[in-house]
């Protein structure tokens, strides 16, 4: 399914040594993906572990607390002089001790770095690397080691999912404690080579749609964006309703906490399923997905009246964005991140400043009519054609431009 490659005369393709600055690809090299599992202790004492991962957060607790009351953030060195000892003392092995410092010290430099506050670690969590656990995924076990005594935990997950991970070089185990559940993450490495695209899908996003172009034809498909919204900001509602009484009624705590729980699966559950989905389309045409860059993404709507819906927007935006990346990372398939910048307010057709009516565009000059979401799915779409067209390993080129399209955009959107 090859593309017939033709010139597109736009308004803007004296731009295009700016549209290659802001605009970057997904590099090829080694990521990390995990593998999660449920586990039960098999042999081992359960409560053993149980009562080491609790030692593991208060020594890094201690660890953190100390770091953040330093007037200057200590070199490594200087922190392995200043707490090595103190963890060996709890009883710790030497490379799980090295752990909980370096991991308390970029804890601290990220939170100042953010200006956040003090952190305060709240989960049963402890991360291993190759010295202190080994993995069997042919058994469908992890034995692990924290301080003295050895467990071995199987994992309980379907076998063919575990399968998957068979041959890839493991990196690091996490444990996890929590609602009286054990689960362990196995954290594999494995080389991302993307496949030479010879198309492209173009995703424009807002609340309520995405919209996706390929130069043949746009899609659309609703969100769960909004009813994951309303959750929120319902929550934020009992907090204003209830500003004193929230934080020590259990009652209501415990609403507001489920609350913004269900708007967080939502989001993350929703994100996934679209990703796979996105994903598998795009590997079955050998395409690549083009996404907008959501860098400066707050300083360009600093002037949004509802912050609650702002700040949701930009949290559902950059979950459905690590989401495509992440399974498309995954699949071999390539990423292109687009600055968006105008591509709402020029025409895709002619190139000339579009005339809005609410969110409808018309084009003053060819008679362009579309949407807005549109209208960015199309112009993403050829800017990624025009910045990429010719650069080696990459075979885009442009499908001719149907005459329903150049007729007032006319084209039937299908659903």
Known sequence: MGFNFVVLKLGWCSMRGFIRRSSRRIPEGTYHKALRAGAEVVEGNPNDLLWDLMLYRHAMQRVVDALWDLDEIPSRSQVHQLFYQVLRNYGFRAHVARNIYDYALALVKATKKNNGGNPILRKLSARLDYQDAK??????????????QWYTLRLRHRRDYVERFRGLRWKEVHIKYENGKLFVSIIFEFKYEPFMPRGIIALDVNLKMIVAYDGYEVRRRKTRFTDALSKKKRAEELQKKYPRRWRYSKRILNRVKELHR??????????????????????????????????????????????????????????????????AIEYGVPVIIMNPKNTSRTCPICGHKLTYIHRLATCEKCG?????????????????????????????SAPPMKDENRRRGRKQMKE
């Open 135 to 148: 993995v069997e995924l042919d058994k469908g076990v992890v034995r692990v080691i924290l301080r003295s």
């Open 262 to 327: 269900k708007a967080r699966n939502i989001v993350t559950d929703w994100s996934w399923k679209f990703a796979k989905q996105l994903v598998m389309k795009a590997l079955k045409h050998r395409y690549a997905i083009a996404l907008e860059d959501l860098n400066g993404l707050k300083e360009r709507a600093s002037n949004v009246n509802d912050i609650v819906a702002w700040e949701f927007t930009m949290f559902a935006y950059r979950k459905l964005q690590h989401a495509i990346i992440a399974k």
């Open 368 to 396: 362009f009519i579309a949407d807005r979401d549109t209208v960015g799915a199309m112009n993403i779409w050829l800017r990624v054609l025009q910045a990429y067209a010719g650069t080696r390993g990459l075979s885009l």
